[in-house]
T-cell receptor, first 112, second 114 residues
């Protein structure tokens, strides 16, 4: 069975600071990995995904994530936080032929 | 840009009543999903649907729930005998045929059982 663990339910950063949201997965076979963002009262929007190939993937809004198989991790980063980045972030995993399984989410707060 | 559309955006129902949540997936997608998110909790998988049948379901998706694709465009989730704990945001998602394709989510239907 696959699962996702997001360390830290709440992360607070100052505007301009580095954003690091942690995600570890458990899967019997190499999975496909995703980060979704949810703004208040909205649906889930895909930020980025890793399926095959380059392990450093770039997404929208300046976010990127690196797949590290040895650490079973897929942490999300952004060099410089913006106020508009405040949202809920979900890491998700999927194996071939199965549905997305989400982590519990991390709320990102950005202060000025 | 194509999008997944869900109606209604908010549904209030009395305990014990049946509700149908509706979704229009992206037109050329063939995989359909329902997820729910209880307030303040994580997004939980309910069911996936492909080729007119359920392909995968979670333990949450018991006999109280059913899904249907009544025509070529709609994908519905029926919840019978609603309970207070069914109150949640329900998300529909669809995915294309490519194994590497990502799921696109609708804006959700907030179900409130009173």
């Amino acid at each position: 069975a696959q699962s996702v663990t997001q360390l830290g339910s709440h992360v607070s950063v100052s505007e301009g600071a580095l954003v690091l949201l942690r995600c570890n997965y458990s899967s019997s076979v190499p999975p496909y990995l995703f980060w979704y963002v949810q703004y208040p009262n909205q649906g889930l929007q895909l930020l980025l995904k890793y399926t095959t190939g380059a392990t450093l993937v770039k997404g929208i809004n300046g976010f990127e994530a690196e797949f590290k198989k040895s650490e079973t991790s897929f942490h999300l980063t952004k060099p410089s936080a913006h106020m508009s980045d405040a949202a809920e972030y979900f890491c998700a995993v999927r194996q071939a032929g199965t549905a997305l399984i989400f982590g519990k989410g991390t709320t990102l707060s950005v202060s000025s | 840009e194509p999008e997944v559309t869900q109606t209604p955006s908010h549904q209030v129902t009395q305990m014990g009543q049946e509700v149908i949540l509706r979704c229009v997936p992206i037109s050329n997608h063939l995989y359909f999903y329902w997820y729910r998110q209880i307030l303040g909790q994580k997004v939980e998988f309910l069911v996936s649907f492909y080729n007119n049948e359920i392909s995968e379901k979670s333990e949450i998706f018991d006999d109280q729930f059913s899904v249907e694709r009544p025509d070529g465009s709609n994908f519905t989730l029926k919840i019978r005998s609603t309970k207070l704990e069914d109150s949640a945001m329900y998300f529909c998602a669809s995915r294309g045929t490519g194994e590497l394709s990502e799921a696109f989510f609708g804006q959700g239907t907030r179900l409130t059982v009173v």
